[in-house]
């Protein structure tokens, strides 16, 4: 009996250690619980855009924006990033981060940048939202992409 105390003792270390540093990937659609859109974003069905949809609007003043609002079971630190197909879009995008300590603006290139990227690194709590409006500064695109986070 004593034999398998003293065997369990150094596995549950390296099991403590698997947990603390186990990832948790959520993806958040534009048909996701949360998902709110104002007038003027156009719909597409794209089959190279996440789910086989997204949303498009060219260049505006930045009162049209896209929000996903969610809630997590495990609050703490997360990736943020968002889904683009390869096209002409906004070299600066905004994407703006609401978190329990404030709102943060990033500026992400998506311009013919198909697949994930990265809008930053955040602390979460347990609701939380992104967003990302019709405003850019750049003359390099012609659209800004809302597909999914």
Known sequence: MIKKVRLLIPILPILLVNLISAQIIITLDNDTTGFEVTDGWLFKDLRESYGGTAYFKTKGSGDEKVTWNFNLNFPGTYKIETYSIDYEFAKDSRWT?????????????????????????????????????????????????????
């Open 97 to 149: 981060v609401h978190t329990e300590s404030g709102d943060s603006l990033i500026k992400v290139d998506l311009y013919h940048s198909p697949d994930w990227n990265t809008i930053g690194t955040f602390q979460l709590s347990d609701s939380s939202s992104v967003s990302t409006t019709d405003y850019f500064e750049s003359d390099s695109g012609q659209y800004v992409i809302a597909d999914a986070i």
